[in-house]
């Protein structure tokens, strides 16, 4: 049995082994010089390629609760010992985050890339196919050249960051076929933000919380390294509230960010701690008074969006009122969200082929016998910290398993 997989990526390089470890004959075509370029460039390359935290509430998407039988089938036990089985020794990093050993990304890759060779997967790069045609038994696949497979494996991937291979095709594809497409948009990616103090603030980092929110109702709040850019905010746990600030924009609500960076201390501790530093040091400016508090850079907008005027007046002569008005903006400090980065800065696709048009089992298209589809995809997507990638292992194994039986 023929098998074509489309997209040479995590999801297509594991439906590739599956198939073949069922005795097919697989075939990868891949639009770039070479498959898995997308997987050298998670986790900052060090590639947390699953998560100990695993869990469909991890997850999203219009029918998301369809994607929890391949995540069964190939769970996070099965990814684990299919790894070590190549020779993979797992680290665990912070928050369950899973890492190859050698904390390269490029350890993933090549050890897929050998088993894939191993089970002699022929694959075909600089290979972007345009249209998938199905006729009586057989699929036609038209690239640079006509190709012709017994079964098809759709694992294109979403639309985020182009440059690695992901550039929405597969869509196409899927929508020449019948399927509906989810109307897609960036996931895990930094947002822009309403202030003129942003090219003041740019590059400033520190741990605390960042929470969105429309109509005065908490979205997503998550907690960890917070930068401040010259168009917005970025850090890890920016990116993990994006999609739902996002959501709430396309829905055409204006939405917030709150962003606090005393997480561990309340505003009444606050309020003592400053208390007693300006009583300490009464004798200086509201200016000089908080060097050594918070980062110098931070000092002058604080105060400014506190709505003070005069950075001069002595600290020793503010009132109860006036450090509030300070602690507000450093327990939570409003922007309002303008936007988001591009899809070229993007980590994950939201949308995408829905999950209700394949059979959830074994990821066949409800639209057509012998296409199977796994990946970025389908309307799935996960948390940053590894579940995009798990969700990458589980709906790829599932399709190559179940398309190869």
């Given at each position: 049995m023929k098998i074509a997989v489309i997209g040479g990526g995590a999801s297509g390089l594991i439906a590739a082994i599956a198939a073949a470890r069922n005795g097919a004959e697989v075939t990868i075509y891949e639009k770039l010089?070479?498959?898995?370029?997308?997987?050298?460039a998670t986790g900052n390359g060090r590639c947390n390629y699953t998560n100990l935290n695993m869990s469909i509430d991890r997850y999203h998407g219009k029918n998301v609760k369809l994607a929890k039988a391949p995540m069964e089938f190939f769970d996070l036990n099965e990814t684990l010992r299919f790894f070590e089985s190549l020779g993979v020794h797992p680290y665990e990093g912070?928050?369950?985050?899973?890492?190859p050993n050698s904390l390269q990304a490029s350890s993933i890759l090549d050890v897929l890339r050998y088993e894939?060779?191993?089970l002699k997967v022929s694959e075909i790069t600089d290979c972007e196919i345009k249209e998938l045609r199905k006729s009586k038994d057989k699929f036609s696949i038209i690239g640079n050249e006509a190709y012709l497979s017994d079964k098809v494996i759709l694992a294109t991937g979403g639309k985020a960051a182009p440059q690695l291979g992901s550039d929405g095709k597969g869509y196409e594809i899927?929508?020449?076929?019948?399927?509906?497409?989810?109307?897609?948009?960036?996931?895990?990616?930094?947002?822009?933000?309403k202030s003129k103090y942003l090219k003041r603030i740019s590059g400033i980092r520190f741990d605390g919380i960042v929470k969105g929110v429309t109509d005065n109702k908490l979205i997503r709040e998550d907690e960890g390294e917070i930068l401040f850019t010259d168009y917005g905010i970025s850090g890890p746990p920016v990116l993990q509230i994006s999609r739902r600030v996002i959501e709430e924009l396309n829905k055409g609500n204006i939405a917030y960010i709150l962003v606090d960076m005393?997480?561990?201390?309340?505003?009444?501790?606050?309020?003592?701690?400053?208390?007693?530093r300006f009583i300490d040091i009464?004798?200086?400016?509201?200016?000089?008074?908080?060097?050594?508090f918070i980062n110098k850079k931070l000092i002058p907008v604080v105060l400014m969006e506190a709505?003070?005027?005069?950075?001069?007046?002595?600290?020793?002569?503010?009132?109860?009122?006036?450090?509030?008005?300070?602690?507000?903006i450093l327990k939570e400090w409003k922007f309002e969200v303008t936007g988001h980065n591009t899809w070229q800065q993007a980590q994950s696709t939201a949308g995408g082929i829905d999950m209700s048009e394949v059979n959830s089992g074994t990821l066949e298209s409800n639209k057509v016998k012998g296409l199977y589809i796994c990946g970025e995809v389908?309307?799935?997507?996960?948390?940053?910290?590894?579940?995009?990638?798990?969700?990458?292992?589980?709906?790829?194994?599932?399709?190559?398993?179940?398309?190869s039986i």
């Open positions: 010089n070479r498959v898995g370029k997308k997987i050298l912070e928050s369950g985050k899973i890492y894939a060779e191993r899927a929508k020449s076929l019948g399927h509906k497409i989810i109307e897609p948009f960036p996931a895990l990616v930094q947002l822009k933000l005393f997480p561990d201390t309340t505003k009444l501790q606050l309020y003592e701690l400053l208390q007693a009464g004798y200086k400016s509201l200016e000089e008074s908080l060097i050594g709505g003070f005027e005069d950075l001069n007046k002595n600290c020793g002569k503010l009132n109860k009122k006036e450090i509030y008005k300070i602690i507000d389908l309307d799935v997507d996960g948390d940053c910290g590894g579940f995009n990638l798990q969700w990458a292992w589980s709906s790829g194994y599932t399709a190559g398993y179940y398309s």
